[in-house]
């Protein structure tokens, strides 16, 4: 079994010596939220969570995200929820980088470290707390479910990714794998959620030009991206947002893997309105 690091945001706010210069960039295309912003000042709190914070990455919006909404959530010991969720057409998926959680699903409670993932289908019962001495930190992305008649919802799932091997791309001699939680050819399912990795040297050697919509947060290295026409300098932290058919190619230049959670829409015929959005 192959120990991962993740990369997590911790909060604080930057001294007012700062110089203000960052490589924050909101455009049409395609946004960059550096890990510098993940500051105390703009964190959320929501209903019915106890000793918790979160970092809003992409929430569907004109021009921004349209699918989906993606948090990173802190937890303080003993902190939680036992309602989590306010809508009952949202699915979730969480992926643990810090700490650990106490995940009730379906009324089976599960413990869930670092590298922890939980797919939790939409309408389905669920609560959460910290179990562990210290804050615990989340990802936890949301999506309306969008349902297909002659097509069950997705069942539970609660995986670790340093017990799946990751998937080599073709040609590539290993230099550039996804870490697959969901089968893709389960169509039951409308996203997925993976981790990217690159070793270095590793690339995109094309600029992918595609339908899906995508959620990037580096979870371990550096690298240099390219999005629509600029090639941005990204590291563990760092989050970006593409719009669908936004041109992307990446280069990992070292000295260790680049890593990043992966989110994208999958496996329905394209909407012909928002009704694909969430809110």
Not at 32 to 40: A, C, E, M, Q
Not at 121 to 144: M, T, V, Y
């Amino acid at each position: 079994m192959t120990e991962h690091s993740y990369y997590a945001p911790h909060g604080g706010l930057a001294p007012q010596t700062q110089l203000v210069t960052d490589r924050a960039m909101f455009t049409q295309a395609y946004a960059v939220i550096p890990k510098g912003t993940f500051s105390d000042i703009v964190a959320s709190l929501l209903p019915f969570w106890d000793k918790a914070r979160f970092w809003v990455l992409a929430r569907p919006l004109s021009g921004f995200a349209e699918t989906f909404s993606h948090y990173i959530a802190e937890v303080g010991p003993g902190g939680g929820s036992t309602r989590p969720e306010t809508d009952p057409r949202a699915q979730a998926v969480l992926f643990v980088v810090e700490g650990t959680i106490s995940l009730t699903l379906a009324g089976t409670t599960h413990e869930m470290t670092a590298g922890g993932y939980a797919y939790i289908p939409p309408g389905a019962e669920w609560s959460l707390r910290n179990s562990g001495p210290a804050p615990a930190r989340f990802h936890w992305f949301r999506k309306a479910y969008q349902a297909v008649e002659g097509l069950d919802a997705p069942d539970p799932l609660i995986l670790n990714e340093n017990d799946i091997a990751p998937v080599p791309m073709p040609d590539t001699d290993g230099a550039w794998a996804t870490t697959r939680f969901v089968d893709p050819a389960d169509l039951r399912h409308d996203m997925h959620v993976t981790i990217v990795t690159f070793q270095p040297g590793g690339l995109i050697p094309f600029a992918e030009t595609h339908v899906m919509e995508h959620g990037l947060y580096v979870l371990q290295g550096k690298a240099v991206y390219r999005l629509n026409q600029d090639w941005v300098e990204v590291e563990a932290g760092d989050y970006m947002w593409l719009r669908a058919f936004c041109p992307q190619a990446c280069y990992a230049g070292g000295p260790g893997p680049f890593r990043y959670l992966l989110y994208k829409d999958v496996n329905r015929h394209m909407p012909l309105g928002r009704d694909g959005a969430l809110g």
